[in-house]
């Protein structure tokens, strides 16, 4: 699982994979503060850096899924904005049916 956001769609994917045993990278602007890549790294997720803002972090890991694959779990687009990839509804079902909190 791949994601570019370190809000919460980034710590949900993160928590999300480490429930499944999924690997994860979360792609981080410069921009973000050093705590939020720590919170990630609690959950197992591999954390890049990569360019200044948001736009550049997304490219990288869009180019991530395209080199390893993987799933792409966009911080935004729903479903109705593009095709998803095919394993974004699994992953989806199992961040929204989760009964178990996330760690704060």
């Known amino acids: 699982m791949v994601s570019s956001s370190g809000g919460n769609a ?3 994917t993160a928590y999300a994979a480490e429930q499944l045993g999924l690997a994860c990278t979360v792609v981080l602007p410069m921009s973000t503060p050093k ?3 720590d ?5 197992n997720a ?7 803002v948001w ?3 997304n490219e990288k890991a869009m180019e991530i ?6 799933a792409l779990i966009h911080p935004f687009e729903v479903a109705s904005s593009r ?3 095919p394993h974004y ?3 989806f079902f199992v961040v929204q049916n989760s009964s178990s909190p996330c760690r704060a």
Do not use: I, K, T
């Open 65 to 70: 899924v395209e080199e390893v694959g993987g």
């Open 35 to 37: 705590f939020v890549a």
């Open 39 to 43: 919170r990630l790294r609690q959950y």
């Open 83 to 85: 095709p998803p990839h």
């Open 10 to 12: 980034g710590l949900a």
């Open 55 to 57: 736009d550049a972090a």
């Open 46 to 52: 591999e954390v890049l850096v990569h360019g200044l």
């Open 89 to 91: 509804y699994r992953h």
